[in-house]
DNA sequence: ACAATGAGTTCAATGACTGAACTCGATGCT
DNA sequence: AGCATCGAGTTCAGTCATTGAACTCATTGT
């Protein structure tokens, strides 16, 4: 995106989307949070050109949104991992989740609140207790019968309900 | 952006993306909310090249976010107003305002319960009623000594409290 | 020892964004 | 009526971002 600041625009949202305004860069947050953490695992799953990947990558290191750790098996390799502030974005990715499965319905997923067992609504509040989780305390899983067609292995493990930011076994 | 699309992600998140995931889009939204209507308000309150400017309120109209209207008061002329389904991604905007306020803090306008007369929360909630108002329910204004050092009659407009939804004075 | 895999970097071609200049119709002024 | 102005765009050349393929280089695996 040419240009990706907004510099005569001072305002909070105009900030917003320099970190997280760019192509690609939501859906790599997307993928953080279902628990990816390779860079190989991210370039399968989100059919993004390598050196927009590394781009991307680095920017959201820079900007305090992803850790970059070195992977403790594999000398040499590092895991990307969402920081604190990068949690907190779960809200405004859930709100565009939420607005696309309502206005341009596909094969959206299910988030349910792990303590009560019982599905989200689309202002992410728990349908049962009332409560606002946070993604450390939220379960995802396809709906019925809409499943994605994607053959990658982020892909096939997400066809099991899987605990938010917890690593994904690929 | 080129290739606006994400064809490969069957994903709400990608789907929301191919329409409101291009640069500049957001902050044209945003000013809808803003009460902001005509072509050269936007214009002049974004910075944005009016190219880009027509091709992303176009896209809007033809994604059933915005509608064009003839402005009752000047013909030929036309007016872009929210519809429904734009008016709902009200909670991913305020979310992500929440969390460029939180992080990158700016002058972050403040968001009040209209019937409550109280702040809203990060999560959109009121502080004094717990209710999540939709965007006809809020006023919004600068926070103290925050005011925009822009100078444009939407800025302006701004400096008073204001009613979202509501057409600005310019 | 050799091939394979992960994690990138480099590069040419393509497409999007920018800013300035131009158009065209509807008011507004004299 | 005639002229300038303003709103709302369109056109265009130059610049910059994105793409996909090819390449690198270190670390396993056999």
Not at 80 to 91: A, D, I, K, M, V
């Amino acid at each position: 995106m040419l240009g990706k600041d907004y510099a005569e625009q001072d305002c909070a949202l105009a900030r917003a989307l320099e970190v997280v305004g760019e192509r690609w860069t939501l859906l790599i947050l997307r993928d953080a949070f279902y628990g990816v953490r390779r860079f190989n695992e991210f370039h399968a799953h989100l059919d993004i050109p390598k050196a927009v990947l590394s781009d991307r990558l680095g920017a959201l290191v820079s900007d305090g949104v992803l850790n970059r750790v070195p992977d403790p098996e594999h000398g040499g390799r590092y895991l990307y991992e969402l920081t604190q502030s990068g949690r907190e974005l779960w809200p405004a990715l859930h709100a565009l989740m939420s607005w696309g499965g309502r206005h341009r319905a596909t094969n959206s997923r299910l988030f349910v609140h792990a303590t009560c067992d019982a599905a989200l609504d689309d202002d992410g509040r728990c349908s049962r207790c009332g409560h606002t989780p946070g993604p450390d305390e939220i379960v995802t899983m396809p709906r019925e019968g809409r499943r994605s067609r994607r053959t990658d292995p982020v892909a096939i493990a997400l066809r099991a309900p899987h605990h938010l930011l917890e690593p994904l076994d690929t």
